[in-house]
Structure formats: structure tokens, C-alpha cells
Nanobody, 116 residues
Framework: QVQLVESGGGLVQAGGSLRLACTAS????????MGWYRQAPGKQRESVAT???????DYADSVKGRFTISRDNARNTVYLQMNNLKPEDTAVYYC??????????WGQGTQVTVSS
């Protein structure tokens, strides 16, 4: 059974930091891309940051310079270090994993709330 377990969300004041973590288990095929998406109330889910198995990373323009994605391939874990958080970063953050067959898996989501 595939599981993506997320942790690290919470409430923080503007300018603060949070670190999200997501560990994947039960995926039979090699993992290609790991990443984070977010969905704010009334908005569509959007990509925040993704990292391929090669280490190549992509970021949404809105988080460049503030967020850093990293991964531990041996542990099938992806992290998102979020610094200088802004109220507009408030959303449910979802971990996403794509295997080499291009099958996608989603975590249950973790709430990040940034107060002004």
C-alpha cells in the first residue's frame, strides 16, 4: 500500500519559517520526481517546487529565493524549507511523487497558515 506521510505544517507569523517533510513508502517502482503543491481556499492547486531524481529543481516564481526543496533518495523523503513566509503562502500543502511509469501519488495534505 502506497503511503505519503507529511509533517511540519502549522501556524507561523509573517517572516517566519517552516520545514515540511514527506516520506513515501510502498511505491514499487523507482521514484522520479518528488515535489510540493499547494491549494489555497477558492483557488486551484498549484505547483510550489519539484525535484527530479537528478537533483534538478523547479520553483514557482512566487517562492523563488524563499523556499528550498531537497530530497533524501535513500529514505524516499522530500523536504521543503520555507523562509520569509508571507500571508499569501497560506494553503494546504500536498506532497506529490511521480514514479518512472509517470504514475502520481498524493499525500493527505498539511495546513500552513501565515498570520500577518
Amino acid at each position: 500500500q502506497v503511503q505519503l506521510v507529511e509533517s511540519g505544517g502549522g501556524l507561523v507569523q509573517a517572516g517566519g519559517s517552516l520545514r515540511l517533510a514527506c516520506t513515501a513508502s510502498g511505491i514499487r517502482f523507482s521514484i522520479n520526481v518528488m515535489g510540493w503543491y499547494r491549494q489555497a481556499p477558492g483557488k486551484q492547486r498549484e505547483s510550489v517546487a519539484t525535484m527530479a531524481s537528478t537533483g534538478s529543481a523547479d520553483y514557482a516564481d512566487s517562492v523563488k529565493g524563499r523556499f528550498t526543496i531537497s530530497r533524501d533518495n535513500a529514505r524516499n523523503t522530500v523536504y521543503l524549507q520555507m523562509n520569509n513566509l508571507k500571508p499569501e503562502d497560506t494553503a494546504v500543502y500536498y506532497c506529490n511523487v511521480k514514479d518512472i511509469r509517470n504514475w502520481y501519488y498524493w499525500g493527505q495534505g498539511t495546513q500552513v497558515t501565515v498570520s500577518s
